[in-house]
């Protein structure tokens, strides 16, 4: 099972109740065990402890009778039933799940790959953003949806000044109406985030390697 996610505990246990022999294997690149994506949020913000991220310990795989290996998977061969991993090494299988999971798209401008420019999907990726938080005054947040929203909100309960960039006229309006947009917006000015509307981020702006900056349309440069 490629993923270490709720599919593929969920999968793992449906196989263990038709099959009490199979040889189950639950493959992630991640070294930590089972723990709740969604609780990132609360842990970003400082209202849980890592601890409390972790649903399924150890026990919970070994009472289904899985293995937990962490691995990154590069590839498949299916004649040969093989699955190819980044070290080197394969893994043979009679039957494999792909359970991957998704990963957040980063936009293609001009400084992307700079110190401080960060995404969070990983359990990794919100510590960095805890230790980033810790000495920045100022940040700036792009991309729409929940993960975006639960950033903002995350960086500004640690005293970070957030600036959170709308590219149309209100918050996820290709999903929302205008009267639920407003309420997610008023909630985000309490806040004390400040939106920005219909503007697109145009470039990353660095100096020695790291992020000084961005540069917006049509509002012009803006430090972060």
């Known amino acids: 099972l490629v993923g270490n996610g709720p599919a593929s505990l969920a999968a793992a246990e449906a196989i263990r109740l038709c099959d009490a022999q199979a040889e189950i294997t639950i493959l992630g690149d991640e070294p930590h065990a089972f723990y ?18 972790y649903s399924r310990p150890d026990e919970e795989y070994r009472r289904i ?35 991957v999971g998704a990963r957040a798209v980063r936009p ?40 975006a929203l639960e950033l903002a909100e995350g ?11 709308l590219r149309r006229d209100r918050y996820w309006a290709n999903v929302l109406d205008r009267d ?21 981020l145009t470039e990353i702006l660095g100096r020695r390697s790291r992020v000084v900056g961005v540069d917006l349309a049509p509002e012009g440069k803006i430090a972060c």
Do not use: F
């Open 36 to 53: 709740s994506r969604p609780g990132l949020a609360y842990y970003l913000a400082g209202h849980i402890p890592q601890s409390q991220l």
């Open 108 to 147: 293609k401008v001009t400084g992307i790959d700079l110190q401080g420019v960060v995404t969070l999907a990983t359990l990794e990726d919100a510590r960095r953003i805890v230790a980033l938080a810790r000495r920045a005054r100022r940040a700036v947040v792009v991309g729409g949806g929940i993960t």
């Open 180 to 200: 639920e947009s407003e309420l997610v917006e008023a909630h985000l000015e309490e806040e004390g985030i400040r939106l920005h509307y219909n503007t697109q």
């Open 65 to 99: 009778g899985a293995r937990r290996q962490t691995a990154k998977a590069v590839g498949l061969q299916p004649l040969e039933h093989r699955l190819l991993l980044q070290d080197g090494r394969s893994l043979s299988y009679d039957s494999v799940l792909l359970a």
């Open 155 to 165: 960086l500004a309960a640690r005293g970070v000044e957030t600036h959170y960039l």
